[in-house]
């Protein structure tokens, strides 16, 4: 006898409670409507339950379903990201940001959703410049993957995305002495109980954040060549600065610190690969960085920690930078 096989739509709809129902039963398309409501009228964890409910069964946009489902819920996620403020604490606000900005990430990029694109990215994009690590993360894939599937539609929205990335790289070195403190003005490290958690990080003030953003101005470039000269100018220099930055030697590196060090060290050698990315047709622009570069990759050689891929990594871009 052969055993009944879900269809990944019943799937997606067994998933999902009735609202105010509490409890999982079958939710037809004809529920949405009245999901999405209570989504707007409640608030505190009844709140993100029902968001959560809606997310276990994000498979649903997988199904013929998806239109009705970007119908009846794209706004009100877009008005919970533009209610609820972004946190940097753990509590039931942040919990609900992350939820909407996780489903927003899981959406299928094809022609349903391409009407909705730049509604997308500018929530994601207002969303990370103001939230917490975790969830800037979130809006760092969002950002990519709207980018690398609805080119060229998007070129004007490049440009908000590099001032951000500007504003990181200025931040990086307030960073690093505030969390590795600072030998020539006495300051400590943080301490271990202090240590902040990525739900109390700052996108603009997180290694990890940092660690991203080159790989998302290589596509834009990619996409969009022409935007390489206006702004080669504005990035370069924050760049050589980001890499050129020592922090502690390993050895000095107190133990609640060394998850820290190795982010930090990540997001430079990132940017080391970046920058040898422009070696290919901008070595003019690097020309006037070139001691300064060679010499911070010597530093991060001496200093990266023994991590395979990103050792790897940084002599891949090494080996771009000897051949140039």
């Known amino acids: 006898e052969r055993e009944w096989q879900e269809s990944p739509h019943q799937k997606a709809l067994s998933g999902m409670a009735a609202p105010g129902s509490g409890r999982t039963t079958l939710l037809t ?24 409910e809606v997310r276990d069964a994000i498979e649903i946009v997988h199904t013929s379903e998806y239109p009705k489902f970007l119908s009846a819920f794209l706004p009100v ?11 940097t604490a753990d509590n039931a606000e942040h919990k609900l940001r992350n939820v909407v900005l996780e489903m927003l990430n899981r959406l299928p990029h094809n022609e349903i959703l391409r009407p909705h694109d730049k509604l997308l990215l500018r929530l994601a994009m207002d969303a990370l410049k103001a939230e917490n690590e975790d969830n800037s993360l979130i809006c760092l894939r969002i950002i990519f993957d709207l980018h690398r599937n609805f080119r060229p539609s998007l070129e004007s929205e490049v440009t908000p995305f590099l001032h951000f990335v500007c504003e990181v790289y200025k931040g990086v070195n307030d960073t690093v002495r505030t969390m ?5 003005s ?5 301490a271990a109980d202090a240590v902040p958690s990525g739900v109390q990080t700052l996108s603009t003030n997180s290694f990890k954040v940092m660690t991203e953003c080159p790989l998302i101005v290589m596509l834009l470039f990619q996409l969009y060549p022409r935007l390489i000269p206006p702004n080669i100018h504005m990035l370069l220099p924050l760049m050589v600065q980001t890499i050129g930055l020592r922090g502690p030697p390993p050895a000095a590196v107190p133990a609640h610190l060394r998850q820290a060090f190795g982010d930090m060290k990540g997001s430079q050698v990132k940017t080391v690969s970046f920058v040898t990315y422009l070696l290919r047709g901008y070595s003019d622009a690097i020309q006037p960085h070139q001691e300064a570069i060679s010499l911070s990759i010597v530093e991060l050689l001496k200093t990266c920690p ?5 050792r790897k990594e940084l002599l891949v871009a090494t080996r771009h930078v000897l051949s140039a």
Do not use: Y
């Open 29 to 52: 398309t004809s529920h949405f409507p009245s999901h999405a409501k209570k989504l707007l009228e409640t608030e505190g964890k009844e709140r993100l339950q029902l968001a959560t």
């Open 77 to 87: 996620f877009q008005h919970l990201l533009e209610s609820v403020p972004p946190q």
């Open 180 to 184: 590795f403190g600072d030998e020539s």
């Open 186 to 190: 006495g300051a400590a490290p943080i």
């Open 306 to 310: 023994d991590n395979v891929a990103t």
